[in-house]
Protein backbone atom coordinates (compact mmCIF):
# COMPACT_ATOMS: atom_id res chain seq x y z
CA UNK A 1 0.00 0.00 0.00
CA UNK A 2 2.93 2.39 1.06
CA UNK A 3 4.88 1.70 -2.58
CA UNK A 4 1.47 2.24 -4.89
CA UNK A 5 1.20 5.19 -2.27
CA UNK A 6 4.78 6.22 -2.84
CA UNK A 7 4.32 5.62 -6.91
CA UNK A 8 1.11 7.95 -6.97
CA UNK A 9 2.37 10.85 -5.36
CA UNK A 10 5.69 10.60 -7.48
CA UNK A 11 3.20 10.54 -10.36
CA UNK A 12 1.46 13.18 -9.67
CA UNK A 13 4.52 15.51 -8.22
CA UNK A 14 6.11 15.18 -12.17
CA UNK A 15 2.73 15.63 -13.71
CA UNK A 16 2.87 19.10 -12.22
CA UNK A 17 6.00 20.05 -12.22
CA UNK A 18 5.75 19.10 -16.31
CA UNK A 19 2.77 21.11 -16.54
CA UNK A 20 4.27 24.21 -14.79
CA UNK A 21 7.87 23.69 -16.81
CA UNK A 22 5.24 23.78 -19.79
CA UNK A 23 3.31 26.43 -18.73
CA UNK A 24 6.40 28.62 -18.05
CA UNK A 25 7.75 28.15 -21.59
CA UNK A 26 4.83 28.61 -23.63
CA UNK A 27 3.13 31.42 -21.61
CA UNK A 28 3.62 35.03 -20.45
CA UNK A 29 6.13 35.04 -16.92
CA UNK A 30 4.10 35.94 -14.08
CA UNK A 31 6.07 38.84 -12.83
CA UNK A 32 5.82 40.45 -16.50
CA UNK A 33 2.41 39.51 -16.70
CA UNK A 34 1.51 40.82 -13.06
CA UNK A 35 3.56 44.26 -13.82
CA UNK A 36 1.80 44.80 -17.43
CA UNK A 37 -1.73 44.36 -15.10
CA UNK A 38 -0.41 46.74 -13.22
CA UNK A 39 0.51 49.21 -15.50
CA UNK A 40 -2.73 48.59 -17.50
CA UNK A 41 -4.39 49.84 -14.78
CA UNK A 42 -2.19 52.93 -14.19
CA UNK A 43 -2.94 53.90 -17.94
CA UNK A 44 -7.03 53.14 -17.22
CA UNK A 45 -7.00 55.40 -14.45
CA UNK A 46 -4.98 58.47 -16.11
CA UNK A 47 -7.14 57.50 -18.88
CA UNK A 48 -9.95 58.97 -17.18
CA UNK A 49 -8.39 61.48 -15.79
CA UNK A 50 -6.41 63.10 -19.07
CA UNK A 51 -9.90 63.05 -20.97
CA UNK A 52 -11.21 65.54 -18.47
CA UNK A 53 -8.05 67.46 -18.33
CA UNK A 54 -8.41 67.82 -22.22
CA UNK A 55 -11.70 68.35 -22.32
CA UNK A 56 -12.21 65.11 -24.39
CA UNK A 57 -14.61 63.71 -21.42
CA UNK A 58 -16.76 65.36 -19.30
CA UNK A 59 -15.93 66.26 -15.89
CA UNK A 60 -17.44 64.06 -13.16
CA UNK A 61 -16.40 64.29 -10.06
CA UNK A 62 -16.65 61.66 -8.31
CA UNK A 63 -15.20 59.76 -11.64
CA UNK A 64 -12.06 61.79 -11.36
CA UNK A 65 -11.83 61.33 -7.38
CA UNK A 66 -12.18 57.54 -7.97
CA UNK A 67 -9.80 57.00 -10.83
CA UNK A 68 -7.39 59.69 -8.68
CA UNK A 69 -8.00 57.56 -5.56
CA UNK A 70 -6.62 54.38 -7.28
CA UNK A 71 -3.91 55.95 -8.84
CA UNK A 72 -2.53 56.53 -5.75
CA UNK A 73 -3.79 53.51 -4.10
CA UNK A 74 -1.39 51.74 -7.07
CA UNK A 75 1.43 53.82 -6.24
CA UNK A 76 1.77 52.67 -2.70
CA UNK A 77 1.15 48.89 -3.50
CA UNK A 78 4.41 46.67 -3.08
CA UNK A 79 5.54 45.58 -6.50
CA UNK A 80 9.10 44.02 -5.43
CA UNK A 81 7.69 40.64 -6.74
CA UNK A 82 6.98 42.29 -10.68
CA UNK A 83 10.69 43.17 -10.95
CA UNK A 84 11.89 39.67 -10.38
CA UNK A 85 15.45 38.80 -12.18
CA UNK A 86 15.95 37.54 -15.91
CA UNK A 87 12.93 39.53 -16.81
CA UNK A 88 14.10 42.10 -18.95
CA UNK A 89 13.90 42.98 -22.71
CA UNK A 90 17.14 40.95 -22.88
CA UNK A 91 15.77 37.95 -21.33
CA UNK A 92 12.48 37.78 -22.22
CA UNK A 93 10.51 39.05 -25.42
CA UNK A 94 7.65 40.28 -24.03
CA UNK A 95 8.66 42.91 -22.14
CA UNK A 96 10.09 46.27 -22.69
CA UNK A 97 11.87 46.94 -19.28
CA UNK A 98 15.36 47.50 -19.93
CA UNK A 99 17.91 46.08 -17.93
CA UNK A 100 19.56 48.92 -16.51
CA UNK A 101 16.61 49.33 -13.79
CA UNK A 102 18.11 46.10 -12.42
CA UNK A 103 21.45 48.39 -12.62
CA UNK A 104 19.98 51.17 -10.62
CA UNK A 105 17.40 50.03 -8.24
CA UNK A 106 17.60 52.74 -5.77
CA UNK A 107 17.18 55.55 -8.92
CA UNK A 108 13.96 53.41 -10.14
CA UNK A 109 12.57 53.38 -6.22
CA UNK A 110 13.07 57.19 -6.52
CA UNK A 111 10.95 57.39 -9.43
CA UNK A 112 8.57 55.16 -7.99
CA UNK A 113 8.04 57.34 -5.00
CA UNK A 114 7.98 60.87 -7.27
CA UNK A 115 4.84 58.93 -8.97
CA UNK A 116 3.51 57.71 -5.52
CA UNK A 117 3.97 61.74 -4.20
CA UNK A 118 2.32 63.12 -7.94
CA UNK A 119 -0.40 60.71 -7.20
CA UNK A 120 -1.09 62.01 -3.66
CA UNK A 121 -1.55 65.10 -4.65
CA UNK A 122 -4.14 64.53 -7.78
CA UNK A 123 -5.90 62.47 -5.04
CA UNK A 124 -5.91 65.74 -2.78
CA UNK A 125 -7.00 68.07 -6.21
CA UNK A 126 -9.39 65.82 -7.98
CA UNK A 127 -12.42 67.13 -6.44
CA UNK A 128 -12.73 69.92 -9.30
CA UNK A 129 -11.18 70.20 -12.80
CA UNK A 130 -9.13 72.72 -12.24
CA UNK A 131 -7.46 70.66 -9.72
CA UNK A 132 -7.27 67.61 -12.32
CA UNK A 133 -5.71 69.48 -14.73
CA UNK A 134 -3.13 71.31 -12.31
CA UNK A 135 -2.06 67.97 -10.93
CA UNK A 136 -1.97 65.32 -13.75
CA UNK A 137 1.05 66.67 -15.19
CA UNK A 138 3.29 66.00 -12.46
CA UNK A 139 1.96 62.57 -12.26
CA UNK A 140 2.34 62.14 -16.45
CA UNK A 141 5.73 63.15 -15.52
CA UNK A 142 6.46 60.66 -13.08
CA UNK A 143 5.53 57.83 -15.26
CA UNK A 144 7.53 59.25 -18.33
CA UNK A 145 10.48 59.58 -16.50
CA UNK A 146 10.71 55.88 -15.29
CA UNK A 147 9.20 55.00 -18.53
CA UNK A 148 12.10 57.23 -20.49
CA UNK A 149 15.11 55.26 -18.36
CA UNK A 150 14.08 51.92 -18.00
CA UNK A 151 11.26 51.38 -20.72
CA UNK A 152 12.72 50.44 -24.26
CA UNK A 153 11.00 52.40 -27.04
CA UNK A 154 8.46 51.67 -29.54
CA UNK A 155 9.52 49.62 -32.24
Given amino acids: MTFNRNLILGAVAAVM ?18 RKAHMQ ?5 LGIL ?8 EFNAD ?11 LSTLNQMSYWAADTSSMDLENTRT ?4 WDNIPDAMAK ?15 GSLEGVQASIGAVGGACGACH ?8
Wanted: aromatic share 4%.
Fill in 41 to 45: LYAHN
Fill in 148 to 155: KAYRQPDS
Fill in 17 to 34: AGSVAFAASHGENPAVKA
Fill in 98 to 101: LPAL
Fill in 63 to 73: AAQAAANNLAS
Fill in 112 to 126: GQALAEAASAMQAAA
Fill in 50 to 57: GGMAKGTA
